[in-house]
C-alpha cells in the first residue's frame, strides 16, 4: 500500500471501494454480540501470533512489538467471552449493566460473578482449579486491561526489566483459559483444545533466553513508547492486509481499535517529549492517562506544534487539517471503546447498521497515524539541535 497522509475532504465513512465494503450490524442481543467481538479478537490475536511463532527466525520487532497487540487481543477476548457468558446464562439488560459497570475490565470477578450466579457445572475440579488460578494470575499484573496497551509503568518493568517474556507459553496458556471458559459457559472447548492441566497457571511466563522471545528491556535514552506505537500500527497494517485477501469483516473492529491506540499513544509521546517549548509538566500530568484524542491530547500539544511548525516556516494548513480529522475520530470513538465493545454498558449501540468501505476507513487512520509519527521524529531533530545550541552557549560562556 503507498504512503498515506491527510488529505483534504477525505470523509472516513465515504465508499470509495464497493469490493472493500462490510456492514456492520449487530443483533442487539447481548449474548450473541458479545461473544460475536469475542470470536473475533481471538481470531485475530491467534492470527497475529501464530505468524509471530510461525515467521523468521529472531524477528525482533515481531516479537518484542506485535506480541503486546496479540496479547491484548486475546486477553480481550476472555473478557468479552465472560461478558457474553453471564448474558448466555440468562442475566437481564440492567443486570448485566450492573455486573459490567462494577467488575470493568477485572476477569476473575467476571468468573466469580458467573460461578455465584450459575455454578460451574461443565468442568471438572482440577480444570476450575486451573482457571481459578490463572484468572487470578492476570489480575495480579493487568486488572484494567492496559498492561500491554500502553507502556509499561516503573513498577512493572522494575519486576520484569531485562528478562524476556515466553511468547510461546503466553500465547498457549491464554488459548488453555479461552477454551475452558468456553466449555463452562457451552460445555465444549474451544476448537477442540483442551486444557494441558500439566501447565502452570500463570499469565505472566519467562522465558530462559530472549531470542524468539518478548524482551522487556529500553534503552536509557528510550522515550518508553516505541514499542507500543510500532507494535499497535503494524498489526493494524498487517490484519488490514488480511481483510483485503480474505474481506473478512470480522477483522475490521480489530483493526479500527488498534490503529486508534496506536494514535492515541502517538499523541501521547509527543505530549511527552522534552522540548525548549514542550508541554509543561502539570498538564502532563492531568492529561497522561485521557483517551479524548481532541480535548486533551490534541490541545494540550498543538500550542507547541504550532510554534515549532512557524519556527521551521512551516504553512499552518497541514495542523488544521489534521485537527479536523482528529474531531471526526474524536466524534466517532471518544473515549477508545467503541471498538474495543459492540454496545456501551448502558446497552447503546453507537455504532450499528453501517456500511463501511475498510479501506478508505483504515487510509484515513494510517493518514492521521503517519503524520503524528512524523512529528515525533521531527521534534526529535529539533530537540537534537536545541540541545547542541545549549551545549555551545554554554561551552562560550
Known amino acids: 500500500m503507498e504512503y498515506v497522509w491527510v488529505e483534504k475532504d477525505k470523509n472516513i465513512k465515504d465508499i470509495l471501494n464497493e469490493e472493500m465494503k462490510v456492514h456492520v450490524k449487530w443483533s442487539k442481543k447481548t449474548d450473541e454480540d458479545y461473544l460475536d467481538l469475542s470470536r473475533q479478537y481471538m481470531n485475530t490475536s491467534y492470527i497475529t501470533l501464530k505468524d509471530i511463532i510461525e515467521g523468521q527466525y529472531n524477528d525482533n520487532i ?84 492496559d498492561l500491554f496497551r500502553y507502556p509499561f509503568k516503573d513498577e512493572f518493568m ?31 472447548w474451544f476448537n477442540e483444545v483442551e486444557l494441558d492441566i500439566e501447565e502452570e497457571p500463570q499469565f505472566i511466563h519467562l522465558a530462559m533466553t530472549g531470542i524468539n522471545n518478548c524482551y522487556l528491556w529500553d534503552s536509557p535514552w528510550s522515550d518508553g513508547f516505541h514499542r507500543q506505537v510500532t507494535g499497535y500500527s503494524e498489526v493494524a497494517t498487517f490484519l488490514f492486509e488480511r481483510f483485503k485477501e480474505s474481506k473478512d469483516g470480522g477483522l475490521f473492529y480489530p483493526i479500527v481499535f488498534l490503529m486508534r491506540n496506536a494514535i492515541e499513544i502517538g499523541l501521547k509521546r509527543l505530549l511527552h517529549i522534552k522540548m525548549e517549548q514542550s508541554v509543561d509538566e502539570n498538564t502532563i500530568r492531568r492529561k497522561r492517562n485521557s483517551h479524548l484524542l481532541y480535548k486533551d491530547l490534541w490541545n494540550s500539544i498543538k500550542p507547541m506544534l504550532v510554534y515549532y511548525s512557524e519556527e521551521d516556516n512551516q504553512d499552518k494548513e497541514t495542523l488544521d487539517l489534521v485537527e479536523t480529522y482528529i474531531k471526526a475520530l474524536n466524534s466517532l470513538d471518544k473515549n477508545g471503546d467503541m471498538f474495543r465493545y459492540p454496545c456501551s454498558f448502558s446497552n447503546e449501540y453507537k455504532f450499528n447498521d453501517e456500511e463501511i468501505d475498510v479501506e478508505n476507513f483504515y487510509s484515513y487512520l494510517l493518514g492521521l497515524f503517519h503524520f503524528i509519527d512524523s512529528c515525533d521524529s521531527w521534534l526529535d531533530n529539533i530537540k537534537d539541535y536545541e540541545m547542541e545550541m545549549r551545549s555551545y552557549v554554554e561551552w562560550e560562556y
Not at 522494575?158 to 503466553?170: E, I
Request: glycine share 6%; hydrophobic share 40%.
Open 62 to 145: 515481531k516479537y518484542d512489538m506485535w506480541f503486546l497487540p496479540g496479547i491484548y487481543m486475546m486477553r480481550q477476548a476472555i473478557e468479552l467471552l465472560l461478558k457474553a457468558g453471564l448474558a448466555v446464562k440468562g442475566a437481564t439488560k440492567s443486570e448485566l449493566q450492573g455486573i459490567f459497570i462494577v467488575n470493568k475490565h477485572n476477569v476473575k470477578e467476571l468468573y466469580n460473578t458467573f460461578k455465584d450466579r450459575y455454578c460451574i457445572e461443565e468442568l471438572n475440579k482440577a480444570e476450575q482449579m486451573w482457571l481459578e488460578k490463572y484468572l487470578d494470575s492476570i489480575e495480579l499484573v493487568d486488572s484494567s486491561s
Open 158 to 188: 522494575h519486576q520484569y526489566g531485562d528478562k524476556a517474556l515466553d511468547v510461546w507459553k503466553m500465547s498457549n496458556k491464554l488459548i488453555y483459559c479461552y477454551s475452558t471458559l468456553n466449555k463452562m459457559i457451552f460445555g465444549e
